[in-house]
């Protein structure tokens, strides 16, 4: 499954500044949780021009990281979303993530599953909130010691009296 998330406008609709990097970088943390937890691969596309501090890392062998695409200058986030949309073949296993209307109908016609910003905010806080409450409930893993450490224990405090 692959996700493209319109970020700007996910931003908007939970009432938070599309403007503010901090808005933006902890959306981008959390959509790396959420693209950690469910496996899925997950492209987030601002409006605007790129910021540093948002740039895809490169992915560490074997894993998936997110990426963070901005336009070309003087371009909307839109265009570049129906451009990804248009590079693949086949995008029934694709997920956009927008309230625009204009872009819903665009991704439906190319044959993507649309999930409107709110719909996809109660899903991304419910495997966040899963996410927790499995890290939480683990309790540290202890083990016994081997026979060999024991014996190495008990003679060093033997000499020690």
């Given at each position: 499954?692959?996700y493209?998330v319109?970020?700007s406008n996910?931003?908007g609709?939970?009432?938070r500044s599309?403007?503010?990097?901090?808005?933006?970088?902890?959306?981008?943390r959390?959509?790396?949780l959420?693209q950690?937890q469910?496996?899925a691969r997950?492209?987030?596309?601002?409006?605007?021009?790129?910021?540093a501090a948002l740039?895809?890392p490169?992915?560490s062998?074997g894993?998936r990281?997110?990426?963070i695409?901005?336009?070309?200058?003087?371009?909307?986030?839109?265009?570049?979303?129906?451009?990804?949309?248009?590079?693949?073949r086949?995008?029934?296993?694709?997920?956009l993530?927008?309230?625009?209307?204009?872009?819903?109908?665009?991704?439906?016609?190319?044959?993507?599953?649309?999930s409107?910003c709110?719909?996809?905010?109660r899903?991304?806080r419910?495997?966040?909130?899963?996410?927790?409450?499995?890290?939480a409930s683990?309790?540290?893993?202890?083990?016994?010691?081997?026979?060999?450490?024991?014996?190495l224990?008990?003679?060093?405090f033997?000499d020690?009296?």
């Amino acid at each position: 499954m692959s996700y493209i998330v319109d970020g700007s406008n996910v931003l908007g609709r939970a009432g938070r500044s599309v403007r503010d990097p901090a808005e933006k970088m902890d959306l981008a943390r959390r959509l790396s949780l959420f693209q950690r937890q469910t496996r899925a691969r997950v492209i987030l596309v601002f409006d605007g021009p790129a910021d540093a501090a948002l740039e895809t890392p490169p992915p560490s062998p074997g894993l998936r990281t997110l990426s963070i695409l901005f336009p070309p200058d003087g371009c909307p986030a839109d265009d570049l979303i129906r451009d990804i949309l248009d590079g693949r073949r086949d995008n029934r296993d694709v997920v956009l993530v927008t309230s625009d209307r204009e872009l819903s109908a665009y991704g439906r016609r190319r044959g993507a599953r649309v999930s409107a910003c709110a719909a996809f905010a109660r899903e991304l806080r419910g495997v966040l909130r899963d996410f927790h409450r499995a890290r939480a409930s683990r309790k540290p893993e202890t083990k016994p010691p081997s026979g060999l450490d024991l014996r190495l224990w008990l003679d060093v405090f033997k000499d020690a009296r």
